[in-house]
């Protein structure tokens, strides 16, 4: 059997005020195009189809297209559950029509009992419910954290799980020891939403969303396939794709499968002056961009210029004022300096340039005119 594994495609994101929509579309034209020539037996979305509860039109059309491709016209069996993104309402709308063409919508935690059996394989899911939910379900108000309640839904599982056939977990969670970007969302405010690897042993396979780097872990049997895209700049150095497992009566293996995007992220940084004169070397000046520059206090409006080279500028930060230079490193006793040598001091440590004679001129008319209680 060959599974393709993917999740967090988060349909409707906004970076920075820029619509990824047709970057999504794009990348998931490219997932189609592959799963022709992979012809899985099963595709499984572990959670996070949209990225917010109530996804705009455009959205919900670009996700009924690439269903409608994969399980109606390619007749592809899908498996999908909902992430702490999603709409489990929105999401589970049409669902017992769905499973007629083999689409398997999970939501619920009513259905953590209920595995889908495709060929030799049972996929118990457990779609993503908050530590109230859980706590509702299992009618345990000790339950305070994600660990506790993953315990409650695996004792469940563990109940009617068959060790004669091969049995995956699909989910939507954080596994201790796995890697953050800025584009996740915290499971829950205020309690640990990491679970231990360990509590998944029943598991021949375990597929997960939630952490968007496909390399999160380093495990033998716990896979996540990342984002489809990269979604925050903290996600610039992270492979983007999807996992297959294959199964050969016992033997399982995976790998990853990168897809090439319309656009990536990329964090350029030097100076003002170089990005202008395109001296500092970028992959694409189409690409999405985060400019850290310095040496641009004296321009107007210099994102405004940015765009004009590099049209996809989506942030700028002006390094020039990150405290980091020696001068706030050593144990100098400014209260033995005079006032004109501390703001030479400043000023070079803002600027990498001494003041000139006639700047130095100006603030010590300045300096002696306060001094002197002058108005000007």
Do not use: C
């Amino acid at each position: 059997m060959k599974i393709v594994h993917t999740a967090d495609w988060h349909l409707g994101r906004i970076l920075n005020g820029k619509s990824l929509l047709e970057d999504q579309s794009y990348i998931l034209e490219q997932f189609i195009e592959a799963m022709r020539k992979e012809q899985p037996d099963v595709i499984v979305v572990a959670g996070d189809l949209y990225d917010t509860s109530y996804p705009n039109k455009n959205a919900i059309q670009l996700l009924e297209h690439t269903i409608d491709v994969l399980n109606l016209e390619m007749n592809i069996p899908l498996i999908l559950i909902s992430g702490n993104h999603d709409s489990k309402e929105r999401l589970n709308y049409g669902a017992k029509w769905f499973e007629k063409s083999n689409m398997y919508i999970r939501t619920s935690l009513n259905d953590m009992q209920n595995p889908i059996s495709i060929g030799d394989v049972d996929f118990y899911t457990l779609p993503f419910a908050t530590i109230n939910e859980m706590q509702y379900y299992f009618d345990d108000e000790e339950i305070e954290t994600h660990q506790q309640a993953l315990a409650h839904a695996l004792k469940k599982m563990n109940e009617v799980i068959d060790e004669h056939r091969i049995n995956m977990f699909i989910g939507h969670l954080t596994v201790q020891g796995g890697i953050r970007s800025d584009s996740e969302r915290p499971l829950t405010i205020g309690t640990v939403e990491s679970v231990e690897e360990k509590v998944f042993q029943q598991f021949d396979r375990v597929l997960l969303g939630h952490l968007h780097h496909p390399f999160s872990i380093d495990s033998n049997f716990i896979n996540y396939s990342g984002s489809i895209l990269q979604y925050s700049f903290s996600e610039v150095d992270q492979p983007k794709g999807y996992r297959i497992i294959e199964i050969n009566e016992n033997d399982i293996k995976d790998k990853f499968i990168p897809l090439k995007p319309l656009r990536q992220l990329e964090v350029i940084e030097g100076d003002y002056e170089d990005a202008i004169q395109e001296k500092l070397k970028v992959k694409n000046k189409e690409n999405y961009m985060h400019f850290k520059l310095k040496h641009m206090s004296h321009v107007n409006d210099p994102m405004m210029h940015l765009k004009q080279i590099y049209p996809n500028t989506l942030a700028l930060t002006n390094q020039t004022f990150e405290f980091n230079t020696s001068m706030y490193h050593e144990n100098i006793e400014i209260q033995k300096l005079d006032d004109g040598t501390i703001i030479d001091n400043f000023y070079q440590s803002i600027t990498d340039e001494q003041l000139t004679t006639n700047q130095k001129q100006k603030i010590e008319y300045v300096m002696r005119a306060m001094l002197e209680g002058g108005s000007n």
